[in-house]
């Protein structure tokens, strides 16, 4: 069964530094997400991603925060100045295209998370 | 705001008892709504999903839930728990503009007694 993936599973960084989660996606999905979920919290959504572009983003996807597909297989998560606080599990997830209504998307699958621990 | 609770946050049950996990949704129009479950060092997996139709759905591992619209709930059920079914369980609700934005609960864990 697809599956997805992603690199690594467990990431410590310091403080200020860059950080790049990656992600592959399940291969003939078009839509991709990140979420994250704070030790002890909910898990939440950070952004949506389709067609090359950006389609959703919460309040806590801030300019720190950026997404990229460089290439057919890898969706990306950049944080350019790590804090504390954005210590978490980070989720990549995938869906295919379905119209529903006014709505386009159908079920996310996620892939195991990144834990990325700041110092 | 679309919003889940999930007012159990852990529960213990015995080894083929039965089991209920209760979700609550607020959202304005028909809800998309999944449960998902995690276990210790796991991503989350898909259980089942309700988009349309019969209220009640049937999912992998011997999972269902029923979508009760004049209760704003969907709850989810298992006749018989495994020990392996030890895990904690998120209620999600579509939300957004285009209804791809999962707005998720705060989870139940469940501990499962032998």
């Known amino acids: 069964e697809p599956e997805v993936t992603q690199t690594p599973s467990h990431q410590v960084t310091q403080m200020g530094q860059e950080v790049i989660l990656r992600c592959v996606p399940i291969s003939n999905h078009l839509y991709f997400y990140w979420y994250r979920q704070i030790l002890g919290q909910k898990v939440e959504f950070l952004v949506s991603f389709y067609n090359n572009e950006i389609s959703e983003k919460s309040e806590i996807f801030d300019d720190q925060f950026s997404v990229e597909r460089p290439d057919g297989s890898n969706f990306t998560l950049k944080i350019r100045s790590t804090k504390l606080e954005d210590s978490a599990m980070y989720f990549c997830?995938?869906?295919?295209?379905?119209?529903?209504?006014?709505?386009?998307?159908?079920?996310?699958?996620f892939g195991p998370g990144t834990r990325l621990t700041v110092l | 705001a679309q919003s889940v609770t999930q007012p159990d946050i852990h529960i213990t049950v015995s080894e083929g008892a039965s089991l209920e996990l209760r979700c609550n949704y607020s959202?304005?129009?028909?809800?998309?709504l999944f449960w998902y479950v995690q276990s210790p060092g796991q991503g989350l997996q898909l259980l089942l999903k309700y988009f349309s139709g019969d209220t009640l759905v049937q999912g992998i591992k011997g999972f269902e839930a029923e979508f009760k619209r004049s209760q704003s709930s969907f709850n989810l059920r298992k006749p018989s728990v495994h020990w392996s079914d030890a895990a904690e369980y998120f209620c999600?609700?579509?939300?957004?503009?285009?209804?791809?934005?999962?707005?998720f609960g705060a989870g139940t864990i469940l501990r499962v007694k032998s």
């Open positions: 999600a609700v579509g939300a957004g503009e285009y209804g791809n934005k999962l707005v």
């Open positions: 959202y304005g129009a028909t809800p998309y």
């Open positions: 997830a995938s869906s295919d295209s379905v119209e529903r209504g006014v709505w386009y998307t159908d079920t996310q699958y």
